[in-house]
């Protein structure tokens, strides 16, 4: 394995360092203000930040736009996973701060199904727009009245229906924890549902494109993460009730649903993981500046035993999860993200869990500031729980990983060894 980074790699981590130092870090405080004030001027707290519209231009022409999108002639500048996971490491310092590179979640993983997956038209449509950073996207598959960590319990209704009107899809149904919903600018949602309820286990699936202005589609409301809505992107609740869109918006099929999501997910589970090592990245360095800073007992509190054990901990697990998901990231570009499966189930659990672990002793570390708005660790420490459920929780990947590593030792046919021996 060789986990060197390409030269255009390592020069497009200065000019992304630069980029943050310049224009994202000195803005943190501006970005939340933007928002609260779009909120009482306006009464809208879902109106986009003009500092990120900003920003994008300066962005795209550094060269520092669309890096996520492997293989595509649509994305020349696209990277392989392994020279991705260093900048989207840099990226997930601030969690607003990937939108304005177009390399923000959930359109990442929408745009690598339109390219993977979509037909010439669908790309045309949404798949263009997406790229050049005008619209944002949606993926609803969670629902709130089935344990959605299972997607065959999916319920939502996508129905065929022939008529002299034209060839349709009808959707029923109720999806929650849609990121993205709340932003005006989001015009698709990708929504998985069961086109045939009696076929195979896992070919009752599919996924349809929806425009977001389709009759019939209704936005709940904002759900709040911790008590943060996340404004102006949010994760919505929204109800499907009697949605009609063109055949031709079905992907791939009927039956296909599961598929999709496989290739979807696996790429949105390592860019999730590669933030996660950014936010824990700079978690620890918070924690470092605020140790040196602050004197108890008579000494700095960096000279007490029971921080120089998390510091040296905190460094070890981060240099741990970074490791297995360059690994998991050199098998995706090497041998394809199924060979993959089980290291990108790792990191999924591997990584949100040693980010938990910093931010919390971080937060520590600054006593009563840490969990304040005066620093950036109570807002990260709540999106990154998150991540433990968000794309499959911790105990679905890790079942999955024991499935793999139980595969390996089964015994031959008729040669099971008594339990005494």
Known sequence: MDFDYSDRCKALQEKLVAFMDEHIYPNENAFHEEVDENGRAH???????????????????????????????????????????PLCEIMGRVPWAPEVFNCAAPDTGNMETLERYGSEEHKRRWLEPLLRGEIRSAFAM??????????????????????????????????????????????LFIVMGKTDPEAARHQQQSMILVPSDAPGITIVRPLPVFGYDDAPHGHCEILFENVRVPAQNLLLG????????????????????????????RALELMCR???????????????????????????????????????????????????????????????????????????????????????????????RTLRLADGPDEVHRNAIAKIELGKYQPEPGRLTPAGD
């Open 142 to 187: 969670t629902e709130p009245a089935v344990a959605s960590s299972d997607a065959t319990n999916i319920a939502t209704r996508i129905e065929h229906h022939r008529s002299g009107a034209g060839d349709d899809y009808v959707i029923n149904g109720h999806k929650w924890w849609i990121s993205g919903a709340g932003d005006p600018r989001c015009k």
């Open 290 to 384: 605020r140790l040196n800073e602050r004197v108890a007992f008579g000494k700095r509190l960096s000279e007490q035993g029971v921080w120089r054990e998390r510091i040296a901990q905190a460094r070890i697990q981060i240099d741990t999860a970074r490791l297995l998901t360059l690994k998991a990231a050199y098998m995706m570009d090497t041998v394809g993200n199924k060979v993959a499966q089980a290291e990108i189930a790792m990191i999924k659990v591997l990584a949100p869990n040693v980010a938990q672990q910093v931010l919390d002793w971080a937060i520590q570390a600054h006593g009563a500031a840490g969990v304040s708005g005066e620093f950036p660790l109570a807002y990260q420490w709540a999106a990154n």
């Open 254 to 281: 009927e039956g296909r649903g599961f598929e999709i999501a496989q290739g979807r997910l696996g790429p949105g589970r390592i860019h999730h993981c590669m933030r996660a090592i950014g936010v824990a990245e």
């Open 43 to 85: 009464g809208n707290r879902w109106v986009p930040t003009q500092l990120i519209e900003r920003l994008k231009p300066l962005a795209r022409d550094q060269g520092l736009w669309n890096l996520f999108l492997p293989r595509s002639p649509r994305a020349p500048e696209g990277l392989s996973n392994l020279d991705y996971a």
